[in-house]
């Protein structure tokens, strides 16, 4: 598929905002149906889908009934008090609903003057743009020293290290790392009063790629073979070798990433709650994610199979999974019961979600105040994340833009000529220097797997091979 194609069907379908419009694909895409379920899984499947449609009903309502008091919160100090390891109640929650607020994980005057440090950049370079255009809320920078900071700071790797626990690995020769992370340069969001931004519901982390990549389908295997009870969303051995972006951001939107990210995440760098510019989710990890990916299987609601369509609603090659919130194409989702606000949220707390989870943000910021925050995501070392990394290390030793965004040079200038980006000297630890290719992975530390001692040598042979 040539990317001009891509590009028109992609634009098709992210302007049908709630139309309940889904484009076909092509035949190729009515093959891929048929490559995916097998014969002897037709019949598990129906009656799989209608299981999923009941027990994703019932927890829609439980989601209604609590509201905002769904998404589960802990402080940061149990988690370090608990051997740098999230409680187990707070695990539990957060594995059964996608995401979890830490509170204090960083001061309130840090992430005030990181927030201070942000908006002085801004002013420094007022060349530097964002979306939406002509009114930024999400700026394309990627190099400040808030940002370098925030990224390295001992404690985002104290958390990240926590954070990976929650995964499970049942396979010890995976070449995966989940206590080694890898720089994602994501942008940093600074949110005025009043300003209108649409994301609808969506999930990350790609879109057709999770039916169409082999490696990626396997990850959601006991779905397409009508169990998607057996399903964990939390075992990582097949996950970091998903290709995420097929495509290579073919319609040129800033939807896609070609990293593998376990979990996306941000600090708030202000006070701000439901209503007020911030994020809000579909708090379930069990059925959404079947639900969703099963869809474009039922899609004439009678409970039995298709293959006839090309029809994928939401997915579209080279951009990511968008619509969610389209009642024509979900209606079981329940938008406005099923996605609710994050609880009011200080500077210094840190929000986090599962790479599978949907969310959205609010259309509307009805606040006093803006709504900030720093993107810094859950990003393991692993094979696929190696190009990630080599790229994140040029584009911070020169200020260039990273790959993911080069489309952003044609709204503004890239880093490259700004003094007072951030530098070496910004980096806050030893583990932030190696998550930029800075310094090398430590492959004799007590304790690694197999697989773990593997990937770190291989990501040092990839940066330091020519010394």
Known sequence: MNTRTVTSVGERAIGAIGSGFAPEL????????????????????????????????????????????????????AIESNSNTIPDEYKKLLKERGCLIIRGVYSQEQALNWKKDFVDYLKSHPGLTGHPKGSPSNWFVHWSRTQVEARSHPRTIQLMKAVGKVYENDDPDALVDMSSQVVYPDRLRVRQPGKQVTLNLHV????????????????????????????????IAKRPAGVQDLYNGATNNGSTCSVFRAFQGWVALSHSKCGEGTIRFLPNMRTAIPY????????????????????????????????????????????????????????????????????????????????????????????????????????????SKPADFVYELQYGPCESSFEDRGQSKDVLSVDGKRALGLEKFDVDEPGLTAGQKKIRELANEALFSKE
């Open 26 to 77: 092509g035949e190729r895409y009515s093959q891929l149906k048929a490559e995916i379920l097998k014969p002897e899984h037709y019949e598990a499947l129906e009656e799989s889908w209608k299981r999923l449609l009941t027990e994703l009903d019932s927890e829609i309502e439980a989601i209604a009934a609590e509201g905002s008091n769904f998404i589960p919160q802990v402080e940061f100090n």
């Open 204 to 235: 990350d982390s790609s879109s057709i790629e999770r039916w169409e990549d082999p490696s990626y389908r396997e990850v959601y295997k006991e779905i397409f073979e009508g169990e998607w009870e057996k399903w964990d969303p939390y075992q």
């Open 292 to 399: 969703l990916l099963l869809r474009p299987f039922f899609w004439k609601d009678d409970g039995k199979l298709e293959f006839q369509s090309s029809k994928f609603p939401g997915a579209t090659p080279g951009s990511g999974q968008l619509l969610a919130h389209d009642p024509g194409l979900f209606p079981h989702l329940k938008h406005d019961k099923s996605v609710v606000g994050i609880p009011y949220v200080n500077p210094g707390d840190f929000v986090l979600w599962h790479a599978d989870l949907l969310h959205e943000v609010d259309r509307n910021h009805a606040g006093n105040m803006d709504s900030s925050v720093c993107f810094i995501a859950h990003t393991p070392l692993c094979p696929y994340n190696i190009n990630t990394l080599k790229d994140s290390n040029r584009s911070f030793l020169d200020g």
